[in-house]
Nanobody
Framework: QVQLQESGPGLVKPSQTLSLSCTVSGDSITTNSSYWTWIRHSPGKGLEWMGAIAYSGKTYVVPSLKSRTSISRDTSKNQFTLHLNSVTPEDTAVYYC???????????WGQGTQVTVSS
């Protein structure tokens, strides 16, 4: 069974960089045709697909966040990480990592982690 677990700070100050990691068990992040995604949910914006990293290592980021977002991976730890720079209170949300057969389709989700941006 595929399981994903997000980890990272629950509170970040404005202008700092948010880094969230997703540790995967029950599957490999290099499994052919797998896509590993970051999605966030906030009351004001709803669900927002942020970006993904493919089994090949190729990354995709939504245009609205491209200037301050990157996604990396550590295959030795079976883990992928979201980096979001220059955060503002508008980045306050529950952040989820997920796995799917396409970058916009998710079959398995982590439980989500609340991130608050506040001074």
């Amino acid at each position: 069974q595929v399981q994903l677990q997000e980890s990272g700070p629950g509170l970040v100050k404005p202008s700092q960089t948010l880094s969230l990691s997703c540790t995967v068990s029950g599957d490999s992040i290099t499994t052919n045709s797998s896509y590993w995604t970051w999605i966030r949910h906030s009351p004001g914006k709803g669900l927002e697909w942020m970006g993904a990293i493919a089994y090949s290592g190729k990354t995709y980021v939504v245009p609205s966040l491209k200037s301050r977002t990157s996604i990396s991976r550590d295959t030795s730890k079976n883990q992928f990480t979201l980096h979001l720079n220059s955060v503002t209170p508008e980045d306050t949300a529950v952040y989820y990592c997920a796995r799917g057969p396409r970058r916009t389709t998710q079959e398995y989700w982590g439980q989500g982690t609340q991130v608050t941006v506040s001074s």
